[in-house]
T-cell receptor, first 113, second 114 residues
Framework: GAGVSQSPSNKVTEKGKDVELRCDPISGHTALYWYRQSLGQGLEFLIYFQGNSAPDKSGLPSDRFSAERTGGSVSTLTIQRTQQEDSAVYLC???????????FGSGTRLTVV | AQSVTQPDIHITVSEGASLELRCNYSYGATPYLFWYVQSPGQGLQLLLKYFSGDTLVQGIKGFEAEFKRSQSSFNLRKPSVHWSDAAEYFCAVGAGGSQGNLIFGKGTKLSVKP
């Protein structure tokens, strides 16, 4: 597609439930990133996929968070046993390479009640 | 480790006035530097980027930024602000190479007075 697509745009879930957030990057972009944006905070890096290399998971805040990227394209971020502190906007971005800068999706606003 | 500081959380300027948003970074070598803008409810849009060469870079929407190595700064400027520029602005730094992710500052919210 023309841009980075994220779904759903909004998600309300009960504490303790699992959620899956989807990102469809720009076709041909080899790099894909997940960030989290909490109210009043900057962007917190979560995970980075580059081609067929092992992902850089150094930003994942706990083992409740995981992500995969199938076929070098679509990525899913999974949060297990959601907690209220997981409430945030989850942003996905893709790029040809870091030097080109990222193209961001519009994000998924996750609310844990 | 890389870091980015945006000292101003919130700035208000009058429409037509000039604007400068500050960004300081910490990194040993010459980094990749970016400015992004985020309108309410939207994702982030790239305004401009610096890798090497001319230290004054031009971006979209009339913005420019100047890389000053001696001050570890990459401040964003616009000579005349429009009401539509009201948004949140993020500075980011990248190390390049195998370290692929960008480190973002906490952002500066810009309000524009009529």
């Amino acid at each position: 597609g023309a841009g980075v697509s994220q779904s759903p745009s909004n998600k309300v879930t009960e504490k303790g439930k699992d959620v899956e957030l989807r990102c469809d990057p720009i076709s041909g972009h080899t790099a894909l990133y997940w960030y989290r944006q909490s109210l009043g905070q900057g962007l917190e890096f979560l995970i980075y996929f580059q081609g067929n290399s092992a992902p850089d998971k150094s930003g994942l805040p706990s083992d409740r968070f995981s992500a995969e990227r199938t076929g070098g394209s679509v990525s899913t971020l999974t949060i297990q046993r959601t907690q209220q502190e997981d409430s945030a906007v989850y942003l996905c971005a893709s790029s040809l390479s870091e030097s080109y800068g990222y193209t961001f999706g519009s994000g998924t606003r996750l609310t844990v009640v | 480790a890389q870091s980015v500081t945006q000292p101003d959380i919130h700035i208000t300027v009058s429409e037509g006035a000039s604007l400068e948003l500050r960004c300081n970074y910490s990194y040993g070598a010459t980094p990749y530097l970016f400015w992004y803008v985020q309108s309410p409810g939207q994702g982030l849009q790239l305004l401009l980027k610096y890798f090497s060469g001319d230290t004054l870079v031009q971006g979209i929407k009339g913005f420019e930024a100047e890389f000053k190595r001696s001050q570890s700064s990459f401040n964003l400027r616009k000579p005349s602000v429009h009401w539509s520029d009201a948004a949140e602005y993020f500075c980011a730094v990248g190390a390049g190479g195998s370290q692929g992710n960008l480190i973002f500052g906490k952002g500066t919210k810009l309000s524009v007075k009529p």
